[in-house]
């Protein structure tokens, strides 16, 4: 079934397939049935809902939290324990609803096949199931049908097919019976129609060659099944970050109880010291803040038009390096607009962009009063006139085409001069009309004139040229000569080079008594009134979005169905970085290797097919790339999947698309996609500062808990109060530092490194300093507090020595780089608010009766609190003055990975040189 049918004539394929124009006969649509199978998408097998929910489970983190849940109860505090339970299952809920989307991808697809189709069996007509359609059916289309599989056209009468599904182009295509030689894309196969496409225009006949899973759209629906999805850099540090707290967890564990032993404690209180290392070294709030940080991600992304379906790809267009982007209603606007004219001799130029009808008409920049300007006029009345698109306007503001997408922006054009539809049509009402075909390359309206008739002609230049016997020259009509034809093609050709569809206006007068308008009536009498050139404009906002984009680091790939002259064009408009242009022909003559070898080279790929798509995006991970792909057609869908995160269009989008994506544009706007880059930035930033605070804090914690038992042999805090800390204090802080407002400079800094996730060298080594600061801090207060007064005092000083320098820590947290003072010491609300319900709950613990008892507090004066004051106001000095003087510290790592094979080059050769001199 792999042949290439659009190379076949009629006969040939009819023979291919042992079938004829009467169609097949009963007994040979069984066999066929049996031998192909049914006309459908087929769905993979589908895991069962239970398996896919319990597989949630399946995570390094998943089981130190189970083991926290554990925990939490044996020492009573239930509360911590439903809440890290809670937080399980709402993990596993939102993992369960991602790992579904690929089975709903499917049924997208499926519901996009036609559910009936017509077809001629035994010589008559017949409407079958279209599951039932089987090879060498011959199918029966018009206007407004779905196609119900892929089908070499037989006869076919104006046929106008939409393929933006399977091309991504929204254009209607032109269908003709004639063979196309040579390895073509789907764009090009103008004798093929295609399964889930629509015949916007005409009837046509065809013979069914494809069907089921072997269709086009067949190969998508496997391409989505076939493709794996990785793991997001976040799922990858979250794990990572998860087996570091497995080990540290096991190894303080182990260390306290050898230490505790070693020091003669009792077995109780060395297994009630083992469970405040565990609470210490596991940071329960963790899934927690994470989901609420990029729920809270999604809601800004949401109000910048930008909706995740997605909650870890907030996360992962931070670290986008590549955007490969749709052409068509995403870099532009996808509405045809009449952007140049040639009347006369003279280049008009027209302003406006889009349907929208307001615009003005200059020559060298000098605009043109419309009234005093009969050919301008005339001209664009034959384009209002000779059209059938309709302009649909809401409060005086056009709010989209019903029609043809050229027709449409010669509509516009006459509108921005003032011309009204309606009021064209009483004036000069139409009698008579020969339609557009494809083999004529025009269309004729006969309209009635001053006691005549007139035709009004449009339609190709080439084509209303060889029509033409006059044309304008200035404002007179004057016989066409040879360098006048020369002329008005080079026009044409100026106008083609800048990616312009160009379209030609004519007119003939005819006698009053010719109702029936014919060919012959135009032939070689027409006078030729001007060109119109045409284009898509791109869009304003997308071409500052891709100058930030170029300031950020990160590639914009245009990838489109158009041809190489309007990608080209279109690409230079956008200041589109230089780069080769490669077309869907070239790329198939590609090996993957070859592919993966230029890729870093190619700006712009053009005539693109659906499976190509999928092949630029493995070429571009295959480089070590993070993808966004932007799409809205069925032929996206595969590659969206593929994509470290797929993009699909909220307006033009396709069902398909939309249910493979990650995120969705509710604007269709390139400009949204950068956005949300930034944003996604903003958020991984709020990540690792919640990160570093709660690895600081609680490896503080057991630092501070292991110096005291091995120097003094008494634990300064009870497991309680460690819990108390953690939950109230770590968590309280944590969520507020996920919510810090943005800096401004997230796109001014290149993109992070695929290998680099939310760890890093550099942040390991300030978590490690300020943890030491912290531990030791502690350490020594509690070694001078308990010489000096009770045990319990002691511990309670101790206790809220530690609860002060994690106040002071979540400031500092919120930045590596810019000190508070910076930042705004109030601008985070939320933290602000936070610490302060922190502080009046930290009083009540230690001043309120029934909670002293519970946590084992006592009173504690003025000078006590200075104590805890002053210590965790000095970390805040500390680091805050660190900021001020050495930002950049702990930057190591921060965005591109650290090459310690040249560090461990460096240190061999120092030894070596050691060796000599000792030598």
């Known amino acids: 079934m792999d042949k290439q049918w659009h190379n076949f004539t009629i006969d040939e394929a009819l023979q291919a397939l042992d079938s004829r124009r009467a169609g097949l006969a009963a007994g040979e649509v069984a066999s066929r049935l049996l031998r192909y199978g049914p006309n459908q998408l087929e769905a993979r097998k589908k895991t069962p809902p239970l398996m896919v929910f319990s597989g949630q489970f399946l995570s390094p983190l998943i089981y130190v939290l189970l083991v926290a849940a554990v925990i939490s109860i044996i020492v009573g505090h239930f509360l911590d324990a439903w809440v890290i339970l809670g937080v399980l299952l709402l993990n596993a809920a939102i993992g369960f609803v991602q790992e579904t989307r690929a089975e709903k991808a499917m049924e997208a697809l499926i519901r996009l096949a036609a559910p009936r189709a017509s077809v001629r069996r035994d010589g008559s007509v017949r409407e079958i199931p279209a599951r039932e359609l089987v090879p060498g059916d011959i199918l029966l289309l018009e206007t407004g049908d779905r196609v119900p599989a892929d089908a070499r056209l037989l006869e076919a009468s104006n046929l106008k097919v939409n393929e933006a599904t399977l091309t991504g182009e929204s254009v209607p295509v032109d269908k003709s019976t004639r063979t196309f030689p040579g390895e073509l894309p789907v764009a090009e196969r103008k004798n093929m129609v295609f399964m889930g496409t629509v015949v916007t225009y005409g009837r046509a006949t065809a013979l069914t060659v494809r069907t089921g899973m072997t269709t086009e759209m067949g190969e998508i629906a496997t391409g989505i099944q076939e493709v794996k999805p990785e793991k997001t850099p976040l799922q990858k540090s979250i794990g990572k970050l998860s087996r570091y707290i497995v080990g540290l967890f096991l190894a303080v564990c182990a260390l306290l109880v050898i230490v505790g032993l070693l020091k003669g404690l009792a077995w109780l209180d060395v297994f009630l010291l083992a469970v405040a290392a565990a609470v210490s070294a596991i940071p329960e709030g963790l899934p927690a803040v994470v989901t609420v940080v990029l729920a809270m991600g999604m809601r800004y992304m949401a109000h910048r038009h930008a909706v995740v379906r997605k909650l870890v790809a907030v996360e992962t267009l931070g670290s986008a ?23 006369g001799g ?10 929208v009808p307001e615009g003005e008409f200059r020559v060298d920049g000098l605009k043109l009063e419309t009234e005093n300007e009969p050919v301008l006029d005339l001209h664009l009345r034959i384009g209002a006139l000779c059209n059938d698109a309709v302009l649909t306007m809401q409060d005086e503001r056009c709010c989209g085409i019903f029609g043809d997408p050229t027709e449409g922006a010669l509509i516009v ?9 309606e009021n064209l049509d009483r004036a000069f009402p139409r009698l008579d009309e020969i339609p557009f075909q494809s083999e004529k390359l025009y269309m004729a309206t006969l309209h009635p004139g001053d006691g005549s008739r007139v035709a009004y002609v449009k339609g190709a230049a080439e084509k209303v040229l060889s029509l033409s016997k006059y044309h304008y020259q200035g404002t007179e009509v004057v016989p066409l000569e040879e360098p006048d034809v020369q002329d008005i093609l080079q026009a044409n050709e100026a106008m083609a080079r800048e990616a312009m569809r160009v379209i030609a206006t004519a007119y003939v007068t005819l006698p009053a008594d010719i109702n029936d308008l014919e060919d012959g009536h135009l032939r070689g009498n027409l006078t030729l009134v001007g060109l119109s050139g045409m284009a898509d ?8 979005a891709i100058r930030l984009c170029e300031g950020a680091g990160i590639r914009v790939i245009m990838i489109t169905g158009d041809n190489r002259v309007t990608a080209e064009s279109i690409a230079r408009q956008l200041d589109l970085p230089e780069g080769k242009s490669v077309t869907g022909k070239e790329l198939h003559e590609m090996s993957d290797e070859q592919l993966a070898e230029q890729v870093e080279r190619i700006s712009v790929f053009a005539r693109i097919e659906p499976i190509q798509k999928l092949r630029i995006v493995n070429a571009l991970k295959s480089r070590g790339h993070v ?22 269009m909220g307006i033009t989008g396709t069902d398909v698309a939309k249910e493979a994506c990650d995120m969705t544009l509710a604007d269709d706007n390139f400009a949204t996609v950068v956005a949300a880059v930034d944003e996604g930035r903003a958020i991984f930033t709020r990540l690792r500062n919640v990160i570093f605070f709660l690895l600081s804090t609680n490896i503080g914690e057991l630092l501070a808990l292991i110096l005291t038992i091995l120097f003094v042999g008494k634990a300064p805090l009870l497991a309680v109060q460690i819990i108390w800390v953690n939950l109230v204090t770590d968590t309280a802080s944590a969520v507020p530092l996920g919510l810090e407002p943005k800096v401004g400079d997230e796109l001014k800094h290149p993109p992070r490194h695929p290998g680099v996730g939310i760890l890093y060298p550099g942040l390991l080594m300030r978590v490690a300093t300020m943890a030491a600061i912290m531990g030791v801090g502690v350490f020594l207060i509690f070694n001078w507090a308990q010489a000096r007064m009770s045990i319990e005092e002691a511990r309670t000083v101790t206790f809220c020595s530690l609860v002060a320098f994690e106040w002071f820590r979540a400031f500092n947290a919120r930045s590596d780089e810019r000190t508070v003072f910076k930042l705004g010491v109030l601008r985070n609300r939320w933290l602000v608010g936070s610490i302060s319900l922190a502080i009046l709950l930290q009083l009540s613990v230690v001043y309120v009766p029934f909670l002293q008892a519970a946590f084992r507090t006592v009173p504690l004066g003025i000078e006590r609190w200075g104590i805890a004051v002053l210590a965790g106001g000095s970390l805040f000095v500390i680091e805050e003055t660190r900021k001020a003087l050495f930002p950049k510290l702990f930057g190591l790592g921060k965005f591109r990975p650290v090459k310690y094979r040249r560090i461990q080059r460096l240190i061999t050769r120092l030894r070596g040189r050691h060796r000599k001199s000792r030598a």
Not at 322 to 341: A, E, F, H, P, Y
Not at 346 to 355: A, K, L
Not at 537 to 544: M, S, V
């Open 321 to 343: 390096t590549v955007i490969c982007s749709d052409k068509t209603g995403t870099l532009t606007l996808n509405q045809m607009t009449v952007r140049r004219l040639y009347l």
């Open 346 to 355: 003279r280049w008009v130029e027209v302003t406006g962009e889009g349907y």
């Open 413 to 421: 054009a006459a509108a921005k001069a003032g011309m009204n539809r």
């Open 537 to 544: 404009p791109p869009r304003e906002e997308a071409k500052e």
């Open 627 to 648: 993808v966004a792909m932007t799409g809205d057609g069925v032929n996206d869908a595969p590659a969206l999947k593929a994509a470290n995160i797929g993009i699909a």
